[in-house]
């Protein structure tokens, strides 16, 4: 067996953009991808689990974690904490398993200064590919909504630089299959492979 490490994949994105349910279909389909369950102090919505859709934590067992350096990265968002946990993200990767995370864009920057070799996805509203043509074409708003507005794009996709796929979340199913396309293209990556390769042909010569 070559021992080789899993792929850290990170699916990130704009509020409201819809990521939790692409991450939920995703994991519905059969997958190979361990998803990092994340810890926050938000209370449990109905249904929610401990330990399946969260570990649901209070401020102070968070502010404890955040200083026993416990979290690849952690974020306040509308006013509570939400972060991934160092030991099982490192822990899966080691045994050659994909960790998928799904967390807000600040943390993701973070996740990029300590994984720079995680792969980015940036999922972006169907909206933001026309907004711009919106914008110029429909000459009906006024300046200030017309700069606003552009502003507020530009900080968007400004936000794209640091990943390395997009993709638009125009159709539930349609950006499933964009995502399990990218994982399947990480894994046949030359350099992945031919790592792979060179190790197999040095095992079977020792
Ligand atoms: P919700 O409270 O709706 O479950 O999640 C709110 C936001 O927190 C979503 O954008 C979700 O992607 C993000 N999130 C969930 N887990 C984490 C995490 O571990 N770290 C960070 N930075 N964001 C997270």
Redesign the pocket.
């Given at each position: 067996m070559i021992d080789e490490k899993g792929i850290l994949f990170i699916?990130?994105g704009p509020?409201g953009v819809g990521?939790?349910t692409i991450?939920k279909a995703l994991f519905d389909k059969s997958t190979n991808l361990r998803y990092?369950i994340?810890?926050?102090t938000?209370a449990p919505?109905e249904g929610e689990e401990n330990g399946v859709?969260?570990f649901f934590k209070s401020r102070e067992e968070f502010e404890r974690l955040i200083q026993e350096n416990q979290?690849i990265?952690?974020?306040e968002?509308?006013g509570?904490y939400?972060?991934?946990p160092k030991a099982y993200v490192e822990q899966t990767l080691d045994e050659g398993k994909d960790v998928f995370?799904?967390?807000?864009?600040?943390?993701?920057l973070?996740v990029k200064r300590n994984f720079p070799q995680g792969v980015f996805i940036f999922l972006i509203p169907p909206s933001l590919k026309e907004l711009k043509d919106r914008i110029v074409n429909r000459g009906t708003e006024s300046e200030e909504k017309v700069n606003n507005r552009l502003t507020a794009a530009k900080d968007e996709i400004d936000m794209m630089d640091a990943y390395d796929y997009v993709v638009v979340n125009d159709e539930i199913d349609s950006a499933v299959n964009k995502i399990q396309a990218i994982v399947a293209s990480e894994h046949c990556k030359r350099e992945r492979v031919a790592k792979q390769y060179k190790q197999a042909l040095e095992a079977d010569q020792s």
């Open positions: 699916l990130s509020s990521k939790g991450r990092s994340s810890m926050t938000r919505r859709d969260y979290l990265e952690h974020a968002y509308v509570n939400y972060g991934t995370l799904e967390i807000e864009v600040q943390g993701a973070q």
